[in-house]
């Protein structure tokens, strides 16, 4: 089988690294992969082609600023993704993240609707069914029609007009009649909103993201990295995220969490960014971002406690992580991490409600409140959260997708 992957990234991001992994397993496997990402380094990976030049992402984006549309530039990369499907000529197509300014997305997916190329298709946002937003949060107008969008100066941006409405009906159009689509979503949350959009009648899977389990994220000795790192006695709460202080992400509750608290606990923040120069409590302790995944699961292991002050996650990536090294999670119900962590291995509290978030932390340490063992923790990822079990997942659904596209040929 001949599978071609999109995304806006290769290797890094949470995406990037799914697509890796699949397109590695695929090839595996015995089959055919193809990866055309978007943005990030050039890769030198036979199975990987950037289609998007550094200038064109620049030019769209500053283009989504302008006019308020986002999705209808990128014309030479867009070119080179649909030749090079032509060239390829796969047997499925495995769409991710194709916002991110570099694409022309409604000419892509014309295009696989007109050559009746079978899509697995994997939101791991809520982009394709509103009119720009990636979360939605508490707005409901998707479930109808976007319009007067409340967050226009939110990614991606627009500095003047709303054209919510025209970008909801362009992807609602061009959804229709594209039956050869089979959307997957990471988390049940996120499937039960896409069944309340335009995209009802789909058909669509629940496919939970996977991780490398064995060489990457297991448990180290948590102990012994805390004497050398110089933590040694100290109760360790760790916030995990690209860009820890972007609003969504929610870096500053962690701050104003770690206040309240003694010198007895420290708190480790990865993934602050140079530009962020906030004052830190003194028990605060921020590190940079890293793409060393081995250094990140260090710092799961040596952990007490894993804390997620998102506002909204489809599905939460660094909680299956830390749960892969043994370490529990609390933190804001953000949406899917209930369902990826539920109770016993996770615990939740209403989104900003940091009186609550307090007391489950203390109850935490002062064990008044039930939690699995570490050992247990460890246990429930490999059952459910491995890689090879989300490719085994994927390689049926595009086994299914390949033989629905013969089906229809042959009644044409």
Request: proline share 3%.
């Given at each position: 089988m001949k599978v071609l992957l999109v995304d806006v990234n290769f290797k890094n991001s949470s995406t990037g690294k799914i697509v890796k992994d699949?397109?590695?397993?695929?090839?595996?496997?015995?089959?055919?992969?193809?990866?055309?990402?978007?943005?990030?380094?050039?890769?030198?990976?036979?199975?990987?082609?950037?289609?998007?030049?550094?200038?064109?992402?620049?030019?769209?984006?500053?283009?989504?600023?302008?006019?308020?549309?986002?999705?209808?530039?990128?014309y030479f990369a867009t070119r080179r993704l649909i030749k090079t499907i032509e060239l390829f000529s796969p047997d499925v197509v495995h769409l991710h993240e194709l916002h991110g300014y570099y694409l022309n997305i409604g000419q892509v997916?014309?295009?696989?609707?007109?050559?009746?190329?079978?899509?697995?298709?994997?939101?791991?946002?809520?982009?394709?069914?509103?009119?720009?937003?990636?979360?939605?949060?508490?707005?409901?107008?998707?479930?109808?029609?976007?319009?007067?969008?409340?967050?226009?100066?939110?990614?991606?941006?627009?500095?003047?007009?709303?054209?919510?409405?025209?970008?909801?009906?362009?992807?609602?159009?061009?959804?229709?009649?594209?039956?050869?689509?089979?959307?997957?979503?990471?988390?049940?949350?996120?499937?039960?909103?896409?069944?309340?959009s335009f995209l009802s009648s789909t058909k669509k899977s629940v496919v939970y993201n996977g991780i490398d389990l064995d060489t990457v994220f297991y448990p180290r000795d948590g102990e012994l990295l805390r004497q050398q790192k110089g933590y040694g006695g100290k109760k360790v709460v760790l916030s995990i995220a690209p860009n820890i202080f972007d609003p969504r992400k929610g870096g500053i509750w962690v701050l104003e969490l770690a206040k309240r608290f003694s010198d007895e606990f420290i708190f480790i923040l990865v993934g602050v960014t140079n530009e962020v120069s906030i004052e830190l409590p003194a028990n605060v302790i921020a590190i940079g971002q890293t793409r060393n995944q081995h250094e990140l699961a260090d710092y799961y292991s040596m952990a007490d406690l894993f804390l997620l002050t998102s506002e909204k996650e489809t599905f939460s990536l660094v909680t299956v992580e830390s749960l892969a090294c043994g370490t529990p999670v609390v933190g804001f119900d953000a949406g899917a991490p209930t369902e990826v962590a539920?109770?016993?291995?996770?615990?939740?509290?209403?989104?900003?409600?940091?009186?609550?978030?307090?007391?489950?932390?203390?109850?935490?340490?002062?064990?008044?409140?039930?939690?699995?063992?570490?050992?247990?923790?460890?246990?429930?990822?490999?059952?459910?959260?491995?890689?090879?079990?989300?490719?085994?997942?994927?390689?049926?659904?595009?086994?299914?997708?390949?033989?629905s596209r013969a089906l229809t040929l042959r009644f044409e």
């Open positions: 699949l397109a590695d397993m695929l090839v595996g496997h015995g089959h055919e992969a193809l990866v055309c990402y978007g943005r990030g380094p050039e890769d030198q990976s036979t199975i990987a082609i950037r289609i998007s030049s550094l200038w064109e992402v620049c030019v769209h984006a500053i283009l989504t600023r302008l006019t308020g549309l986002t999705g209808f530039f990128s997916v014309r295009f696989l609707k007109k050559r009746s190329i079978p899509v697995v298709w994997t939101f791991h946002c809520e982009f394709m069914y509103t009119g720009k937003c990636g979360y939605a949060y508490e707005c409901d107008r998707w479930k109808t029609e976007c319009h007067s969008c409340p967050q226009l100066n939110a990614y991606p941006s627009s500095l003047f007009f709303d054209f919510t409405r025209y970008m909801f009906n362009d992807k609602k159009s061009m959804f229709y009649g594209f039956d050869l689509l089979h959307v997957v979503t990471p988390s049940s949350w996120l499937l039960d909103r896409v069944e309340l539920p109770s016993g291995y996770g615990r939740f509290v209403n989104y900003s409600d940091l009186d609550a978030l307090e007391k489950l932390v203390r109850d935490f340490f002062d064990k008044s409140i039930f939690f699995n063992s570490r050992d247990d923790c460890r246990k429930f990822a490999v059952e459910r959260y491995s890689n090879i079990s989300m490719y085994k997942s994927y390689q049926n659904i595009y086994a299914h997708s390949a033989a």
